[in-house]
C-alpha cells in the first residue's frame, strides 16, 4: 500500500542527494589521485594533480552537474514512494542516476563547456565515463536516502 505524499521524504531526498554529491566527489577524487599515480608512477606529478589541477577542475567542472544530479534523484527517491525495499531504492536510485548522468554530463555540459581534445571536459563528457559516474551517484545519493528516511 502505497504512503501519503511527504515532504519530509522529499527534503530527506535532497538532502541524501547533496550527501550524494559530496561524498561522489570525494570519491571522483580519490580515484583521480590513484589513477594518477599509477599512470606516472611518480610522486611529484601525483602530488602537483592532488593539490592543484584535480580540486579545481572538481570544484569548477563536476560540482554544479553532481549536484543537479544528486538532488534530482533524491527528489524522485522521495516522491516514488512506492517502495520501502533497500533493493528498490537502490535500483531506482541508481537507474535514475544512469540516465541523469547522461544527460547532464554527455550533453549538456558540452553545450557550456566546449570540450577539446584530452581536457577534463572532454574526458567527463565520454558516454561510459558519464554513466557510470551518474550511476555512481545514484547509487550513493539511494544509500544515504535510505539511512537517513528509516521510517
Given at each position: 500500500?502505497?504512503?501519503?505524499?511527504?515532504?519530509?521524504?522529499?527534503?530527506?531526498?535532497?538532502?541524501?542527494?547533496?550527501?550524494?554529491?559530496?561524498?561522489?566527489?570525494?570519491?571522483?577524487?580519490?580515484?583521480?589521485?590513484?589513477?594518477?599515480?599509477?599512470?606516472?608512477?611518480?610522486?611529484?606529478?601525483?602530488?602537483?594533480?592532488?593539490?592543484?589541477?584535480?580540486?579545481?577542475?572538481?570544484?569548477?567542472?563536476?560540482?554544479?552537474?553532481?549536484?543537479?544530479?544528486?538532488?534530482?534523484?533524491?527528489l524522485t527517491l522521495g516522491i516514488a514512494n512506492f517502495t520501502k525495499r533497500?533493493?528498490?531504492?537502490?535500483?531506482?536510485?541508481?537507474?535514475?542516476?544512469?540516465?541523469?548522468?547522461?544527460?547532464?554530463?554527455?550533453?549538456?555540459?558540452?553545450?557550456?563547456?566546449?570540450?577539446?581534445?584530452?581536457?577534463?571536459?572532454?574526458?567527463?563528457?565520454?558516454?561510459?565515463?558519464?554513466?557510470?559516474?551518474?550511476?555512481?551517484?545514484?547509487?550513493?545519493?539511494?544509500?544515504?536516502?535510505?539511512?537517513?528516511?528509516?521510517?
Open positions: 500500500m502505497p504512503q501519503a505524499f511527504s515532504f519530509r521524504r522529499i527534503f530527506l531526498g535532497i538532502a541524501a542527494g547533496l550527501l550524494g554529491a559530496v561524498s561522489g566527489l570525494i570519491l571522483a577524487y580519490l580515484v583521480g589521485v590513484g589513477l594518477t599515480f599509477i599512470r606516472t608512477s611518480e610522486l611529484f606529478p601525483t602530488l602537483l594533480v592532488a593539490f592543484t589541477y584535480l580540486p579545481l577542475m572538481l570544484l569548477f567542472v563536476l560540482l554544479g552537474p553532481s549536484i543537479v544530479i544528486t538532488s534530482m534523484v533524491g533497500a533493493a528498490g531504492i537502490f535500483a531506482v536510485g541508481a537507474i535514475t542516476g544512469l540516465m541523469l548522468g547522461e544527460i547532464v554530463l554527455s550533453l549538456v555540459l558540452p553545450l557550456i563547456v566546449v570540450p577539446q581534445s584530452g581536457d577534463f571536459a572532454a574526458i567527463i563528457s565520454n558516454h561510459y565515463l558519464s554513466g557510470a559516474y551518474g550511476l555512481i551517484l545514484g547509487g550513493l545519493t539511494s544509500l544515504f536516502f535510505r539511512w537517513l528516511a528509516v521510517d
